[in-house]
Nanobody, 121 residues
Framework: QVQLVESGGGLVQAGGSLRLSCAAS????????MAWFRQGPGKEREFVAV???????YYADSVKGRFTISRDNAKNTVYLQMQSLKPEDTAVYYC???????????????WGQGTQVTVFS
């Protein structure tokens, strides 16, 4: 079992930055792929970024160059640094864990509760 708790969401003006954190408990965090997804109002949940257990990363085109995913295995934490935020980034952001590294939300068994990010113009 893996438990995930996100933090760091909030209200930010367009062009600003936020850093989300996802603290994991349970075994085998360092061997899990970790991902961020988001769900905006009236939208489907969508992939944002993923990082493999050895640090390989992949991003959605909509956030590439603005968001950075990273992990600290010693702290059992994954981060999402978000810069140049846009109103369309407004969403609930979720972290997810799986032994595989995938962009497919259906494959993730472990999810956090989500943290709200609101970007105003």
């Amino acid at each position: 079992q893996v438990q995930l708790v996100e933090s760091g969401g909030g209200l930010v003006q367009a062009g600003g930055s936020l850093r989300l954190s996802c603290a994991a408990s349970g075994r085998s965090f360092s061997t899990y792929g970790m991902a961020w997804f988001r769900q905006g109002p009236g939208k489907e949940r969508e992939f944002v970024a993923v990082i493999s257990w050895i640090g390989g990363t992949y991003y959605a085109d909509s956030v590439k160059g603005r968001f950075t995913i990273s992990r600290d295995n010693a702290k059992n934490t994954v981060y999402l640094q978000m810069q140049s935020l846009k109103p369309e980034d407004t969403a609930v952001y979720y972290c997810a864990a799986d032994p595989r590294t995938t962009m497919d939300a259906r494959r993730y068994d472990y999810w956090g509760q989500g943290t709200q990010v609101t970007v105003f113009s």
